[in-house]
């Protein structure tokens, strides 16, 4: 699909070291992002005492545009609807 050119959501990914589910949420988030044109964000909660406690037993985590929008096994139909619904397709 070419990128769409109404708003650009930020699209993050929320992951922790040595997590299977996160290297699986890696690939489905940079799937759809690829598929709509979006770049994306990954940040890890290691050593950082604040994700560990807003996000630690949710691990996976997607962001889009700063709020939590799937978490553990991330779909991939959700993810895009939620992502074309925010630029406005």
Request: glycine share 8%.
């Amino acid at each position: 699909m070419d990128p769409v050119s109404g708003p650009t959501p930020t699209l993050e990914l929320i992951t922790k070291n040595e997590c299977h589910l996160c290297t699986d949420a890696r690939a489905v988030v940079a799937r759809v992002a690829a598929d709509l044109g979006l770049a994306w964000s990954e940040t890890g909660i290691d050593g950082d005492a604040g994700l560990t406690a807003r996000y630690g037993e949710e691990i996976p985590v997607v962001l889009v545009d700063g709020v939590p929008r799937d978490f553990w096994h991330i779909d991939p139909v959700r993810l895009r609807t939620v992502l074309e619904r925010s630029m406005g397709v």
